[in-house]
């Protein structure tokens, strides 16, 4: 998947699920302490919140950066909603 395409369905608001290496992760959106944040988690373990679509770009989870997953995802690994 092309960085800008996932940073236009994030911007969209629409939630993503992904399969990176056997693993499942999602994207969704909530409040905390009164801020609009973005959630990414592998499903059922600990979520990172951030503000922007750029922190979530950086962030490292599993010791993987979240963009070096995205570019490695095909069509048949992304589910958007």
Known sequence: M?????ITLVDEGH???FVY?????????GEVNGK?????CEFYK???EVETVDE??????????????????TENDVWVF
């Not at 290496?21 to 959106?29: A, L």
């Not at 609009?36 to 990414?40: H, L």
């Not at 993987?64 to 997953?69: L, R, T």
């Open 15 to 17: 939630e993503i699920e």
């Open 21 to 29: 290496e056997g693993r499942k992760y999602s994207v969704t959106y």
């Open 56 to 73: 979530l770009l950086d962030v490292v989870y599993d010791n993987k950066k979240v963009s070096d997953m995205i570019e490695m995802l």
């Open 2 to 6: 092309r960085i800008s395409e996932f």
């Open 36 to 40: 609009e944040v973005i959630s990414f």
């Open 46 to 48: 600990d979520s990172v």
